[in-house]
């Protein structure tokens, strides 16, 4: 009688590289920690922004590593990879403008060519929008990473209800041919992600806060509930 091996799960090292800034992608990190922490996934969460601090104003735990140095300084981020040691999934939220040092890292450090041997994908979450200069990032990340690294598209509906500029592109034709998942962020109601912001809350922990009204709760578990769902159709990308 053989016995079938189920393959050992894969450890995340999840980044988002984009320069480009006010694109949500902390508040689009936010979301991924609320899913995995729901997940009980054994989860380490880093900070670039240390200008902002944006993302570890919502999540407090999230460990700052200051990315605004020397090129030859950059090995700071070993403590984003050897954190992989101890937890299943590593979230890092990238500053505006950042991407660039993150991308300089991985290729000093051949970080895509260690990934069999270190045991773990990385996987890039880049961030859509009828934006041009976005959406142009992309294409250059693609060039130069392909399948170097695992893929993983979210749809910001934050500003318009569609998203034609990325659809009608060679970008997403790309991506497409690659099999890459595609997610979507529906836009939440202004006044409840406002108080949230005030209150340094995520959307998680808003459905339950006595700091916001009744209503946004409301608004929160909504919004809660529709996320979880985009997330469990990239179940294979985002979890170990």
Same mark, same amino acid.
């Given at each position: 009688?053989?016995? =079938? %091996?189920?393959?050992?799960?894969?450890?995340?090292?999840?980044?988002?590289?984009?320069?480009?800034?006010?694109?949500?992608?902390?508040?689009? +990190?936010? %979301?991924?920690?609320?899913? *995995?922490?729901?997940?009980?996934?054994?989860?380490?969460?880093?900070?670039?922004?240390?200008?902002?601090?944006?993302?570890?104003?919502?999540?407090?735990? +999230?460990?700052?590593?200051?990315?605004?140095?020397?090129?030859?300084?950059?090995?700071?981020?070993?403590?984003?990879?050897? +954190?992989?040691?101890?937890?299943?999934?590593?979230?890092?939220?990238?500053?505006?403008?950042?991407?660039?040092?993150?991308? !300089?890292?991985?290729?000093?450090?051949?970080?895509?060519?260690?990934?069999? =041997?270190?045991?773990?994908?990385?996987?890039?979450?880049?961030?859509? %929008? =009828?934006?041009?200069?976005?959406?142009?990032?992309?294409?250059?990340? *693609?060039?130069?990473?392909?399948? !170097?690294?695992?893929?993983?598209?979210?749809?910001?509906?934050?500003?318009? +209800?569609?998203?034609? #500029?990325?659809?009608?592109?060679?970008? !997403?034709?790309?991506?497409?041919?690659?099999?890459?998942?595609?997610?979507?962020?529906?836009?939440?109601?202004?006044?409840?992600?406002?108080?949230?912001?005030?209150?340094? %809350?995520?959307?998680?922990?808003?459905?339950?806060?006595?700091?916001?009204?009744?209503?946004? !709760?409301?608004?929160?578990?909504?919004?809660?509930?529709? #996320?979880?769902?985009?997330?469990?159709?990239?179940?294979? =990308?985002?979890?170990?």
């Amino acid at each position: 009688m053989t016995i =079938e %091996l189920k393959p050992q799960p894969k450890k995340k090292l999840i980044v988002f590289p984009q320069d480009k800034g006010g694109i949500g992608k902390s508040f689009i +990190a936010t %979301l991924l920690y609320d899913y *995995l922490t729901e997940q009980s996934i054994k989860l380490k969460t880093f900070d670039l922004d240390h200008a902002n601090s944006t993302f570890q104003r919502f999540v407090p735990e +999230a460990e700052f590593l200051d990315t605004d140095v020397d090129a030859n300084k950059l090995a700071v981020l070993d403590t984003m990879v050897n +954190a992989l040691e101890t937890v299943d999934v590593v979230l890092v939220d990238n500053r505006a403008s950042g991407g660039t040092k993150v991308l !300089r890292y991985i290729e000093d450090s051949r970080l895509t060519q260690l990934q069999k =041997e270190l045991d773990f994908e990385l996987l890039f979450v880049v961030v859509v %929008l =009828e934006d041009k200069d976005a959406i142009s990032q992309i294409a250059d990340l *693609l060039d130069a990473y392909h399948d !170097r690294v695992r893929w993983l598209v979210v749809r910001n509906y934050r500003d318009t +209800a569609t998203i034609t #500029m990325y659809d009608g592109s060679k970008t !997403r034709e790309r991506l497409q041919t690659m099999k890459t998942l595609e997610i979507e962020v529906p836009c939440l109601t202004e006044v409840t992600r406002n108080k949230l912001q005030l209150s340094n %809350l995520t959307v998680s922990k808003g459905r339950t806060s006595p700091k916001v009204h009744l209503l946004d !709760r409301s608004r929160c578990q909504t919004f809660h509930d529709g #996320m979880a769902a985009q997330f469990d159709k990239a179940k294979g =990308e985002i979890l170990p």
